[in-house]
């Protein structure tokens, strides 16, 4: 995995320069500066993640999911909001991130945003609940009152996550919750079962999801 060299230093705030001889580049940042000359693709500087550490302290992690998100909205992206869209695993781990992301695509793939957050909180709020198992994993698989979620015996759960819905899970694990205090969702339009329906407290609608305490 290589990353954009100048676009990224210069996003986090620090200076880039090249030298056209040695055809490498010396990313500057307060008083540390590192020289590279690793990867030119179609005249960019290209970097593996694991440059950034001595220049900006970042430590990298490989994840199944190679992903990195700029967002600049017109203005320039301050280190902080840059790196807040990095995981924290502050109570969670990389193996929640991983399962937690694939049940949000089989349940709500070709969903919106939002219901793929939705999703992904549910499952959040029954392993916090007390009432289901302690980890996203065993959440998922539950099945002390029958099978909970069908993509686990379907085969759906083994997806690859779309980046979606892959951030989707990672912003329900870093704190992001639109759907507080409920423990079920379902599709009224494709659910075999109206048990849920019928005997659950309903709570509101996101997408093609009604979701119940």
Not at 10 to 33: C, F, H, I, M, Y
Not at 52 to 76: C, H, M, P, W
Not at 127 to 134: E, K, T, V
Request: contains cysteine; charged residues 25%.
């Amino acid at each position: 995995m290589y990353l954009p060299l100048r676009y990224i230093c210069e996003t986090l705030g620090a200076s880039v320069t090249w030298n056209p001889d040695t055809k490498e580049a010396t990313v500057a940042r307060g008083e540390k500066s590192k020289t590279t000359g690793e990867k030119i693709v179609n005249d960019v500087m290209m970097t593996p993640p694991d440059f950034f550490e001595d220049v900006f302290g970042a430590k990298t992690r490989q994840l199944s999911y190679n992903i990195i998100t700029i967002n600049t909205n017109g203005k320039k992206t301050t280190e902080a909001e840059a790196l807040a869209v990095l995981p924290r695993y502050n109570n969670y781990t990389e193996e929640d991130l991983e399962w937690l992301s694939k049940i949000v695509e089989a349940e709500a793939k070709g969903e919106s945003y939002p219901s793929k957050l939705g999703v992904a909180n549910v499952i959040i709020n029954r392993r916090d609940s007390g009432l289901y198992p302690s980890t996203i994993k065993d959440v998922i698989f539950d099945r002390k009152y029958g099978v909970q979620f069908t993509p686990t015996i379907n085969g759906a759960i083994n997806n690859s996550p779309s980046t979606e819905s892959y951030i989707a899970a990672l912003e329900a694990l870093e704190g992001r919750n639109n759907a507080e205090h409920t423990l079920f969702f379902m599709n009224p339009v494709i659910a075999k079962s109206n048990w849920i329906a019928n005997n659950r407290q309903y709570a509101f609608t996101i997408g093609r999801h009604s979701y119940y305490y």
